[in-house]
């Protein structure tokens, strides 16, 4: 380690621009080290910000949180939890609904476009839809997957966010045919990688913006695609 | 250009966010959304590859979700934290990939972007970082470019002074004497 203050502070310099590796005498410079790096942080600051590609915080918020917590597994698979969640109160979804779903058109994402995707499954893991979301239009297409139509009951999709304790209804969806809701702005969580995705088979007649009543059939989870 | 305001409160809000990203699930994503921007500029103009640095981006943000409360306020600001970890990853990541720095030709040196300061950016910019660009224009050309390409292109002595086709002991003497010149400016200007 240099002895002069002057040439401590060069050496000091050169660690912080990575020119010499640090060693064990240079534990003494880490405040002149941090200082340097503060200084020198402004070439970093003189960028121009630039928006990173949606895709990378999918990914590490998948990185980052590898597992759901207990009531959201609960939730997936207990119609009894369903239920007690609509006694507790549907309010905030059914508010958030009429700010919701609007059908919206198709058109197909732009190539490069950053897309969420789930395989909806069955408790035993049959698939009966993929649900894809595109951040960018806040578009979430559903397509059936093995799914089939039954009497007297109508799918039902449901977005569950991760720190939101009440499902949102997004809509009715056609077993036979891909259907698509376009979030509106006004929704205070929109799906990311942590949220899950539900289906459940209401009966029919009822109106949509009302609780949850039937089972639940199949649940995934959104991803980086 | 922007230039988000770093000190004060986003400053404060930052290092709330910074601290609290191993207990709060939230503070990652909001400190994700106030500075993802800036490291990503930072990276793309490091490793001059988007996949490459798509990668380290999410490598840090992984890192500071796990290091996050390793973070000392009193060694340096959030900003400075975030921007010290992506660039020694970025560092790591350009040296391991390049086998052999001397193998740079000589006389090929990169036309190091000086980006000047128009009237609008100075109203924008923060002081210190005025102060940085003002003191830098004060150094020689060769001092001036050898530190903007130690800090953006991890280049070790050795690969500055072939790229710029002199000694090592020249080299050398550019950093050293920019270093100094520069602590002494920026330590003088108020």
């Known amino acids: ?225 | 250009m922007t230039s988000p305001d770093l000190s004060g409160l986003a400053g404060n809000a930052l290092l709330e966010y910074l601290i609290s990203t191993a207990d709060d699930e939230r503070a990652l994503a909001q400190l994700y959304a106030l500075t993802s921007g800036r490291l990503n500029a930072l990276l793309r103009r490091m490793l001059r590859d988007d996949g490459a640095a798509a990668e380290v981006l999410q490598d840090v943000y992984v890192t500071v979700w796990k290091r996050g409360t390793t973070y000392d306020p009193a060694r340096s600001t959030p900003m400075t934290w975030l921007f010290t970890v992506a660039r020694n990853k970025a560092i790591d990541r350009l040296r391991a990939d390049r086998t052999d720095a001397n193998t740079l030709e000589p006389g090929v040196e990169e036309n190091v972007r000086d980006p000047g300061v128009t009237a609008i950016e100075r109203l924008e910019w923060q002081d210190d970082l005025l102060r940085l660009h003002d003191c830098l224009t004060t150094l020689d050309a060769n001092q001036r470019s050898a530190i903007r390409a130690a800090y953006f292109d991890a280049f070790t002595y050795q690969a500055l002074a072939t790229r710029a086709a002199v000694p090592l002991s020249t080299m050398k003497s550019w950093i050293r004497r920019g270093l100094m010149q520069l602590r002494t400016c920026l330590e003088r200007k108020p």
Do not use: N
């Not at chain 1, 200082?35 to 942080?41: C, M, N, P, V, Y």
């Not at chain 1, 698509?180 to 289906?199: E, H, N, Y």
């Open chain 1, 1 to 225: 380690m240099p002895e002069d203050s002057g040439d401590k502070s060069i050496h000091a310099a050169e660690i912080a621009l990575g020119l010499t590796a640090p060693t064990a005498a240079d534990a003494g410079l880490d405040a002149e080290v941090a200082q340097w790096e503060e200084r020198l942080a402004h070439f970093a600051q003189e960028l121009p910000p630039e928006e990173p590609p949606p895709a990378i915080w999918s990914a590490i918020c998948s990185a980052t949180r590898p597992a759901m917590p207990p009531w959201w597994r609960g939730a997936l698979d207990s119609l009894a939890v369903w239920r007690s969640l609509s006694a507790l109160g549907f309010a905030a979804a059914v508010v958030a609904l009429v700010l919701l779903p609007r059908s919206a058109p198709i058109t197909p994402s732009p190539p490069g476009r950053t897309l969420l995707v789930s395989s909806l499954r069955q408790k035993e893991g049959t698939p009966l839809y993929v649900v894809t979301y595109d951040p960018a239009r806040m578009l979430i297409v559903a397509v059936p997957a093995g799914a089939q139509p039954a009497r007297g009951v109508i799918p039902k999709l449901w977005l569950v966010p991760r720190d939101v304790e009440t499902p949102v209804a997004l809509g009715l969806i056609d077993p036979l045919a891909t259907t698509a809701f376009r979030l509106t702005i006004g929704l205070q969580k929109v799906p990311d990688c942590d949220s899950g995705l539900v289906v459940t088979l209401e009966p029919e007649g009822l109106p949509l913006d009302t609780e949850a009543r039937g089972a639940v059939v199949a649940h995934g989870r959104l991803g980086a695609f």
